[in-house]
């Protein structure tokens, strides 16, 4: 490579830095939706009774039911645990006293059986509103490793029943981080635990996205010495590698398609061009002179959000994907970066840049309107990655220090660490895995 190539590669590579900174399961139900009434807090009270075991092994899979059902539907910040009343079933026959439970001031009782069949657990589980209808009786089979997503798809089912949305149980939150000494990229499950570890080319692994069906994953990479992009399929465990001229970076799936968005050089300037899943260029979709980097799609894949400096500093833009028409979006802050498009296409986060000089966290809408802050006063907030469900961000942070991984509820409340691992993590991408 001549000391020219080397230079421009390089040049290249500190711009885009610069806009990156700132089971086995059957189901037999009976669902009957009733208004469930909220505390002030919008969080539904529920009372999860122990779950009920006949025998040591039995009782050992209840406790571990029990943790996970507990852990899950605090995770996501729409329930309140309402400790069970002593006198919550009768002495003399067993039934279950609703009246004690309503006494506590719960909207749900939660309770649960916990048997053996053929060696293996079977959980049978309902929900009662606090007049004592059933609102859900469903079972849950599966063997002794199951346990966890037997009891996290239970939590499924109830937030569903109750919010008529589906939940993040199930998905997975891809992320970088340094623990090995190298950026590499990571996966672990919607709560931050299962951590699992994706690449090892002992190099720089950045910006890694998921497919929307949860197929691939794309991430740049530097083995070769210049940003690449690779793709892998996480059915075949086979990588594509797309190297072109110039750099390569930052991709961003279209939902309801098998290509993803990602820039290019290869013209000379750093557009965004389609490319299929096995790495063929299809088409480019950006041509303005400036940096385009960052692309994130409307759920319908109708539109595009970018970050580009064709007007000076960085800025998010949108563009019909039909007419390759572009707008600015931003206009309050003068470096706005790293936008990710809501699930329910009515919001889009991103990073800015403060006076401060703070990075902190906002959505807008579409249409420019109903700018919020979602964090403050806690350093840089970045990469913003909504939930599957849309109820959810996750986001680094670096308010304890060196860059780790946070979530809150989408509208900034309940912020708390999403896990405890060594090394900086960034750069998360929340999605469905399959």
């Given at each position: 490579?001549?000391?020219?190539?080397?230079?421009?590669?390089?040049?290249?590579?500190?711009?885009?830095?610069?806009?990156?900174?700132?089971v086995?399961?059957?189901?037999?139900?009976?669902?009957d939706?009733?208004?469930?009434?909220?505390?002030?807090?919008?969080?539904?009270?529920?009372?999860?009774?122990?779950?009920?075991?006949?025998?040591?092994?039995?009782?050992?899979?209840g406790?571990?039911?029990?943790?996970?059902?507990?852990?899950?539907?605090?995770?996501?910040?729409?329930?309140?645990?309402?400790?069970?009343?002593?006198?919550?079933?009768?002495a003399?026959?067993?039934?279950?006293?609703?009246?004690?439970?309503?006494?506590?001031?719960?909207?749900?009782?939660?309770?649960?059986?916990?048997?053996?069949?053929?060696?293996?657990?079977?959980?049978?589980?309902?929900?009662?509103?606090?007049?004592?209808?059933?609102?859900?009786k469903?079972?849950?089979?599966?063997?002794e490793?199951?346990?966890?997503?037997?009891?996290?798809?239970?939590?499924?089912?109830?937030?569903?029943?109750?919010?008529?949305k589906?939940?993040?149980?199930?998905?997975?939150?891809?992320?970088?981080?340094?623990?090995?000494?190298?950026?590499?990229?990571?996966?672990?499950?919607?709560?931050?635990?299962?951590?699992?570890?994706?690449?090892?080319?002992?190099?720089?692994?950045?910006?890694?996205?998921?497919?929307?069906?949860?197929?691939?994953?794309?991430w740049?990479?530097?083995t070769?010495?210049?940003?690449?992009?690779?793709?892998?399929?996480?059915?075949?465990?086979?990588?594509?590698?797309?190297?072109?001229?110039?750099?390569?970076?930052?991709?961003?799936?279209?939902?309801?398609?098998?290509?993803?968005?990602?820039?290019?050089?290869?013209?000379?300037?750093?557009?965004?061009?389609?490319?299929?899943?096995?790495?063929?260029?299809?088409r480019?979709?950006?041509?303005?002179?400036?940096?385009?980097?960052?692309?994130?799609?409307?759920?319908?894949?109708?539109?595009?959000?970018?970050?580009?400096?064709?007007?000076?500093?960085?800025?998010?833009?949108?563009?019909?994907?039909?007419?390759?028409v572009?707008?600015?979006?931003?206009?309050?802050?003068?470096?706005?970066?790293?936008?990710?498009?809501?699930?329910?296409?009515?919001?889009?986060?991103?990073?800015?840049?403060?006076?401060?000089?703070?990075?902190?966290?906002?959505?807008?809408?579409?249409?420019?309107?109903?700018?919020?802050?979602?964090?403050?006063?806690?350093?840089?907030?970045?990469?913003?990655?909504?939930?599957?469900?849309?109820?959810?961000?996750?986001?680094?942070?670096?308010?304890q220090?060196?860059?780790?991984?946070?979530?809150?509820?989408?509208?900034?409340?309940?912020?708390?660490?999403?896990?405890?691992?060594?090394?900086?993590?960034?750069?998360?991408?929340?999605?469905?895995?399959?």
């Amino acid at each position: 490579m001549t000391f020219r190539k080397i230079l421009v590669a390089g040049l290249s590579m500190m711009l885009w830095f610069q806009l990156l900174m700132p089971v086995l399961l059957r189901a037999e139900e009976i669902i009957d939706v009733i208004e469930i009434s909220k505390q002030a807090s919008g969080r539904i009270s529920v009372v999860l009774d122990k779950t009920i075991a006949k025998g040591s092994k039995e009782a050992e899979w209840g406790q571990t039911i029990d943790a996970n059902i507990k852990g899950g539907l605090d995770f996501t910040g729409l329930f309140n645990m309402m400790p069970a009343p002593l006198n919550i079933r009768n002495a003399q026959n067993g039934t279950i006293n609703f009246e004690a439970i309503g006494s506590v001031g719960s909207d749900v009782y939660v309770t649960g059986t916990l048997t053996r069949k053929k060696g293996e657990p079977y959980l049978d589980m309902e929900v009662y509103d606090v007049t004592g209808k059933q609102m859900l009786k469903k079972w849950y089979a599966g063997q002794e490793k199951q346990l966890r997503p037997m009891a996290l798809q239970f939590c499924a089912d109830l937030i569903e029943l109750l919010t008529g949305k589906r939940s993040v149980f199930g998905s997975k939150i891809v992320f970088v981080s340094n623990r090995s000494g190298a950026k590499e990229i990571y996966m672990c499950d919607f709560d931050g635990s299962n951590i699992e570890q994706v690449t090892s080319t002992r190099s720089i692994s950045l910006t890694p996205a998921v497919s929307p069906d949860g197929r691939y994953i794309a991430w740049t990479d530097y083995t070769s010495g210049k940003p690449d992009l690779y793709i892998k399929n996480l059915s075949t465990k086979t990588t594509a590698a797309v190297r072109k001229a110039g750099v390569c970076i930052d991709p961003g799936w279209v939902p309801g398609t098998d290509e993803l968005a990602t820039t290019l050089s290869i013209d000379g300037d750093q557009e965004i061009y389609l490319i299929k899943s096995d790495g063929t260029v299809s088409r480019r979709l950006t041509r303005n002179r400036g940096i385009d980097v960052s692309p994130t799609f409307s759920p319908d894949g109708s539109r595009m959000a970018f970050v580009s400096t064709r007007e000076g500093r960085p800025q998010i833009f949108i563009q019909d994907m039909n007419s390759g028409v572009a707008r600015r979006l931003t206009f309050s802050g003068n470096y706005n970066t790293q936008p990710s498009w809501s699930p329910g296409g009515d919001k889009i986060s991103y990073s800015s840049l403060q006076k401060n000089g703070e990075i902190n966290i906002f959505t807008i809408a579409p249409d420019g309107s109903g700018i919020s802050q979602l964090t403050s006063r806690s350093r840089d907030n970045e990469y913003p990655s909504w939930s599957p469900d849309g109820s959810m961000i996750v986001f680094s942070s670096t308010r304890q220090g060196r860059r780790k991984l946070f979530v809150m509820n989408a509208d900034g409340t309940n912020q708390r660490p999403l896990l405890q691992m060594e090394g900086e993590q960034q750069q998360p991408s929340w999605s469905v895995i399959k």
